[in-house]
């Protein structure tokens, strides 16, 4: 597609987009405003991501998408073909195959290596703001590293409900300074976040790009009386058995009846072509007489 | 078994040309053209053009067409595409004292110096359905008048030799470009006129009404309202100095609110300011409140808590394409987030459930 | 037809494919500051002596006209000046404007003359790179964000990056450049000397 720089941005907007991913690097946690550039997608539908995936993909990368874990939901497949065609990067739905990889909403299950780079999609970058609406009073709070209410908040909770009432875009604290907005992954992937990856956190409405470099200490908030609990389902998956995966709940007939599948559609389909199975898998015996 | 909750690709390809066609219509109707959209829309490529930041009359009409009319997702359009062209440089400020004014009102003064002029304007139109429109469009020709040659001076300077008027202070500071920079708060008046210029016209007309209703209390006079073209200059690295590289349609507004005086200030009026593309007066009008409200507190006047006083609320909330994605998006599959909402949700309810049976028991 | 006479040297010296070489040094850029102590190629970019490749490439991947660059001792040049007048466009201006300094680590003395950041805004400082003989995986012993362990590298001092470490969140960035290699030191990387860590 020659109309278009390589991946879509020109060049001085993908040097702009570098600096502030470069100054995330610095300072993990801390939320680089940037002058985020209209994309060819709505805001709210993933231009931070697609933004910093432009300015950080090369030639050779192999890009993989998801969103909500899986590799062929509708904006998923949108985002994949807006590269295909703008960066003529490869593609991948394999998690280890993947050079680049950008989601919405989840961390995939499989290991993330050194050499890798998980680009998230963020709504709302200020892990203060359904505390504070105010930018210029959430950035004080950050600079004066003053946290006060978010303990209030999640104390508030334990007092009612007995347990933090947050079960998404769980708030962190990296290397233990900058409280981070996870974006909206479940909490049960939050201990993921220590990894050997690059992680970079694009919000393009909201012009912030912010980062966790590899190996860096990533901290669910809790209390001592009230450890965090990344908890999940209690299911295995019902295709692969999996007990340890973070699991989609999905209605199959009209009486309401459910089957628990796991969310990371690549990991899934692995663990089933290695022979695991689950409740609800298709008959061995079938397959057996397929082969 | 397993229920497809996968769209993927065919589902997109299926919908696009779906939506094509839908775009076209019935096909024994002609189809409209970019010129007829540029020409008898022109109002609609106005506003397409203020908020979409580009001056491109045969684009913004293409993008009206291209969305099928619907006039927020044609600004997108126009937005996505000015994003990818390059920055070559940027023109002298337009002189707006020079303006070849179509039309030039004030509402302060009986008659000033260049005239009123009316112009093209649907006041005092009677708001009656023209049926005659159903068949045809043909109209007599209007009278014509001798332009004016010489500078229209704005209505405000008037005001200004005799000091009634806060006078805005020349400066030769590059003003920050919204849409290169991040916003910035608390924004200066260059940045909040740039969001205002670009902000939604709906939401910059309700804005300022709230202001005249008593939400931040403040009474306007548009001190002129003047639409006409102005030439655009710029500076030619190669040629040492500045050359008039084309022309463009402009909506200026400027509107003066009694002022009681301070402490180290007489009693005088103090301006708003509005300047949109092409006929949009409405919105220049509208602008030209919001950005007075926006400025009490340099003005050093009262600042209550209307929304139209609050600086972050206005700017962070006036742009239609932010707003309209972010609010789109909760179409988009959430259902990672709301399992996990779910489980919280049962696992609250078996608490609640156990405690008051244990409550039962005891 | 340039006003000033430009020295030919720098109408050279440009990225053969600018998209796809500013991403593969942005890469080598990224994954340097990412993981304190490893040492990365960047190439691509030829500027006038004593600009080292890597150094070259660097300034074509991040600065623009939008980018105020301070060039110290050896490195500020009337040559270089004009390939970065005409290369990158770059406005040249000293350590307190700075958001890019170049030059070997004693030119680049006192480190304290560049901006830190703001307790807001600690994004806005200087990143200083650093010209080197050599760059290798010894010296003075890293840890922090982007390092499992511990790692190591030829810093050419030890107490300013003690210093820098202790202003965090605020502080300076560094790259070290050598030849067509590139390390990175991010404030939050702590120092420590070799000898006392064993």
């Known amino acids: 597609m020659s109309d278009y720089n390589f991946a879509y941005l020109d060049e001085q907007t993908k040097r702009m987009i570098r600096r502030a991913i470069l100054k995330g690097i610095a300072v993990p946690g801390y939320q680089v405003p940037f002058a985020s550039r209209e994309m060819p997608m709505p805001y709210g539908w993933g231009t931070g991501g697609v933004q910093v995936s432009a300015a950080c993909l090369m030639p050779e990368d192999v890009l993989k998408v998801i969103d909500q874990g899986a590799d062929d939901t509708t904006n998923a497949v949108s985002i994949r073909k807006f590269f295909e065609k703008t960066a003529e990067v490869a593609v991948t739905e394999k998690t280890r ?42 950035r004080k709070m950050h600079a004066l590293e003053e946290y006060g209410l978010m303990h209030v908040k999640l104390y508030e909770d334990i007092a009612k409900h007995g347990h933090i009432a947050t079960s998404y875009a769980y708030p962190v604290k990296v290397e233990g300074r900058y409280v981070m907005d996870p974006s ?20 393009g409405r909201e012009q912030r790009i912010y980062a966790v470099p590899p190996y860096t200490k990533v901290v669910s908030l809790d209390f001592e009386d009230h450890p965090f609990d990344p908890s999940k389902a209690n299911h295995p998956c019902d295709l692969c058995g999996a007990e340890h995966t973070y699991l989609d709940e999905v209605i199959i007939d009209d009486d309401g009846g459910r089957m628990f599948v796991c969310s990371d559609t690549d990991y899934c389909a692995e663990r089933q072509a290695t022979g695991h199975r689950g409740r609800l898998s298709p008959s061995q015996d079938l397959e057996k007489a397929a082969e | 078994m397993y229920v497809a909750v996968k769209g993927g690709e065919r589902a997109i390809d299926n919908a696009h040309a779906w939506l094509a066609e839908e775009r076209r219509g019935d096909v024994t109707v002609a189809e409209l053209t970019v010129p007829q959209i540029r020409e008898q829309l022109a109002l609609a490529v106005n506003r397409v053009m203020t908020e979409g930041s580009l001056y491109d009359p045969d684009l913004a009409a293409l993008a009206i067409k291209q969305s099928r009319g619907d006039l927020i997702e044609a600004i997108f359009l126009i937005r996505a595409y000015r994003t990818t062209l390059p920055r070559i440089g940027h023109s002298h400020p337009v002189e707006t004292d020079k303006m070849a004014c179509d039309r030039r009102v004030s509402a302060t003064f009986k008659d000033v110096p260049g005239g009123q002029v009316l112009g093209p304007t649907f006041d005092y139109t009677h708001r009656l359905l023209d049926f005659k429109l159903m068949a045809e469009g043909e109209v007599p020709e209007a009278a014509v008048a001798d332009p004016r040659l010489e500078p229209t001076p704005h209505v405000t300077s008037f005001l200004n030799k005799e000091g009634l008027i806060q006078s805005e202070a020349a400066g030769d500071e590059i003003p920050p470009d919204l849409t290169r920079e991040p916003l910035e708060l608390p924004a200066n008046r260059a940045l909040r006129l740039q969001a ?34 102005v030439a655009v200059e710029m500076d030619i690295p190669e040629l040492g100095f500045a050359i008039e590289i084309g022309e463009v349609e402009l909506t200026e507004c400027e509107t003066v609110n009694k002022f009681a005086g301070s402490k180290v200030e007489p009693p005088q009026f103090t301006r708003g300011y509005g300047l949109t593309f092409g006929q949009t007066e409405r919105k220049a009008i509208s602008m030209a409140l919001v950005d007075r409200s926006l400025r009490s507190k340099e003005l050093g006047v009262e600042v209550s808590n209307s929304p139209a006083h609050d600086e972050e609320f206005v700017l962070y909330h006036c742009d239609n394409i932010q707003a309209t994605g972010f609010l789109e998006h909760i179409k988009l599959p959430h259902y990672v987030d709301f399992q996990s909402e779910m489980e919280l949700v049962r696992k609250m309810r078996v608490e609640i459930a156990s405690a008051s049976a244990k409550e039962a028991a005891e | 037809m340039l006003e000033k006479q430009m020295s030919d040297q720098s109408l050279i010296g440009a990225f053969a494919t600018p998209p796809q070489d500013a991403a593969r040094a942005f890469r080598a850029a990224l994954e340097a500051l990412a993981r304190p102590g490893t040492l990365h190629e960047i190439k691509g970019g030829q500027a006038p002596a004593p600009v080292s490749e890597a150094a070259a490439s660097l300034l074509l991947t991040l600065c623009d006209p939008e980018t105020p660059l301070c060039l110290m001792g050896a490195h500020d040049t009337p040559e270089f000046r004009d390939w970065i007048a005409f290369q990158i466009g770059a406005p040249i201006v000293g350590p307190a404007k700075a958001m890019f300094a170049l030059g070997t680590w004693d030119a680049l003395q006192p480190v304290t003359a560049f901006p830190i950041g703001t307790a807001e805004y600690p994004d806005r400082s200087t990143t200083l790179i650093v010209e080197m003989d050599t760059l290798s995986q010894d010296g003075a012993q890293l840890t922090g964000p982007g390092i499992e362990t511990t790692a190591s590298l030829s810093l050419p001092a030890l107490e300013p990056f003690q210093m820098n470490a202790m202003l965090f969140p605020l502080g300076l960035d560094f790259y070290f450049t050598s030849g067509t290699q590139i390390a990175g030191l991010p404030r939050s990387t702590q120092v420590t000397d070799m000898m006392e860590a064993n």
Request: no cysteine; aromatic share 8%; proline share 8%.
């Open chain 1, 97 to 138: 195959e993947a050079t680049v990889i950008q989601t919405r909403h989840r961390i995939p299950e499989e290991l993330l290596t050194e050499g890798q780079i998980l680009v998230y999609q963020v709504p709302i970058p200020e892990p203060l703001r359904f505390l504070e609406p105010r930018e210029t009073e959430t």
């Open chain 1, 184 to 203: 909206p992954i479940p909490k049960f992937d939050n201990p993921k976040m220590e990894m050997a990856a690059i992680q970079l956190f694009g919000a």
């Open chain 2, 196 to 229: 205002l210029t670009r902000g939604d016209e709906g939401f910059i007309l309700s804005m300022a009404y709230s202001t005249q209703r008593g939400y931040g209390n403040s009474h306007a006079f548009v001190g002129e309202l003047r639409i006409g073209k």
